[in-house]
């Protein structure tokens, strides 16, 4: 039953008792009233008859009597039915301040009510649980974020400790170097923590786009860094019409294939293909390379975490870690999803999709 239903029922059912109690009042009045015979007059000089002011009077007295005896009951019972009805309100009231102080963790889990209180109950449970998420998310985020730009500034402060202690015995040109690759890294992180939190403003896009188009011009930029890796694109593009932001959605694809180059297999392939269906446009990049276990794959998303680790195999640096991250902010402004699953053996690698609606 709803909150609505059960007030209304309460209340119909008090106010039908309420006139009982009435109507039993009357009755008990008028059923002291001396039975005679009606006669044109009223019988004054006979003292068992009753006057009619004297029966009048009587009606009233009972009547201020019982009015006032209904006035105390349904104080105390409206007060009663107000509480059992709205005691829900408290728990929920209750939970908000335990939120307000800091706590998270708290849930109502209002049990045994399928009403419009229990709807909130459970509206309010699942807000908690988002915001705890969330902020779990946010300080994982603020801790590696200040981890990852601490190692390049630590390096740089001990590059330079080491060079003021023995300046003589320095190769200047290699400790040149190191401090510009060291550096740039620093300024690599910082601009794409800067993207990210970009990302993370946008709160509404509306253009119309094309994925496939889109794409396209993502893998023109990328044909000569895949040639020099030895990589070859093939792309497969189908029209695929959605609504958005063309520069964001150009930044996550334009990081997939990137991903897909710089943590690939040489020589190898990466496919990028995109296709339209009744509710949704998919856009897929696929490539060859190390086999990764499910787990870590659908891990990839997350801030500064990498397959490999922080160097490639050729001593290239791997990047910061945000580019999944990035992509899966971009796509869920989008209102779509982003889904990471590695390949099977012997090709290996991933297949990133990212679903938009149509």
């Known amino acids: 039953m709803s909150a609505r239903l059960r007030l209304t029922l309460s209340y119909a059912g008090f106010l039908v008792f309420a006139g009982a109690v009435v109507l039993l009042g009357v009755y008990v009045v008028l059923r002291y009233v001396p039975n005679y015979p009606l006669t044109a007059a009223n019988p004054r000089d006979d003292p068992a008859v009753a006057s009619r002011q004297e029966i009048l009077q009587a009606v009233v007295g009972a009547s201020a009597v019982i009015l006032a005896g209904l006035a105390v009951i349904g104080l105390a019972g409206g007060w009663v039915l107000a509480g059992w009805i709205l005691r829900p309100l408290r728990d929920i009231n209750a939970a908000a301040r335990i939120a307000a102080a800091g706590r998270l963790d708290h849930r109502i889990r209002l049990a045994g009510r399928h009403d419009e209180f229990g709807e909130l109950a459970d509206s309010f449970d699942h807000m908690l649980e988002r915001l705890h998420d969330a902020f779990a998310v946010q300080e994982r985020f603020a801790a590696n974020a200040s981890h990852e730009l601490r190692t390049p500034l630590t390096v740089t402060a001990t590059l330079l400790d080491v060079a003021r202690a023995d300046p003589d015995g320095q190769d200047v040109p290699t400790l040149l170097e190191r401090l510009r690759v060291t550096n740039a890294r620093a300024i690599g992180l910082t601009e794409a923590l800067l993207r990210l939190a970009d990302a993370n403003a946008v709160t509404a896009v509306s253009a119309p786009v094309d994925l496939a188009a889109i794409a396209g011009d993502?893998?023109?930029?990328?044909?000569?860094?895949?040639?020099?890796?030895?990589?070859?694109?093939?792309?497969?593009?189908?029209?695929?019409?959605?609504?958005?932001?063309?520069?964001?959605?150009?930044?996550?694809?334009?990081?997939?294939?990137?991903?897909?180059?710089?943590?690939?297999?040489?020589?190898?392939?990466?496919?990028?293909?995109?296709?339209?269906?009744?509710?949704?446009?998919?856009?897929?990049?696929?490539?060859?390379?190390?086999?990764?276990?499910?787990?870590?794959?659908?891990?990839?998303?997350?801030?500064?975490?990498?397959?490999?680790?922080?160097?490639a195999r050729d001593g290239e640096p791997?990047?910061?870690?945000?580019?999944?991250?990035?992509?899966?902010?971009?796509?869920?402004?989008?209102?779509?999803?982003?889904?990471?699953?590695?390949?099977?053996?012997?090709?290996?690698?991933?297949?990133v999709e990212i679903r938009l609606p149509a």
């Open 218 to 311: 993502v893998v023109t930029d990328h044909a000569r860094e895949a040639r020099e890796r030895g990589i070859e694109i093939r792309p497969a593009l189908e029209a695929a019409p959605t609504t958005g932001d063309e520069l964001l959605l150009g930044q996550a694809i334009a990081n997939l294939l990137q991903n897909a180059l710089r943590h690939g297999r040489a020589p190898g392939t990466v496919r990028v293909t995109t296709e339209q269906r009744p509710d949704a446009v998919l856009l897929r990049v696929e490539n060859d390379g190390p086999q990764l276990a499910a787990d870590l794959a659908a891990r990839l998303v997350e801030p500064f975490l990498r397959g490999e680790g922080r160097v």
């Open 318 to 351: 791997r990047g910061h870690g945000l580019g999944l991250t990035l992509v899966d902010r971009i796509v869920a402004v989008h209102a779509g999803t982003l889904t990471v699953t590695p390949r099977p053996a012997p090709a290996g690698g991933l297949t």
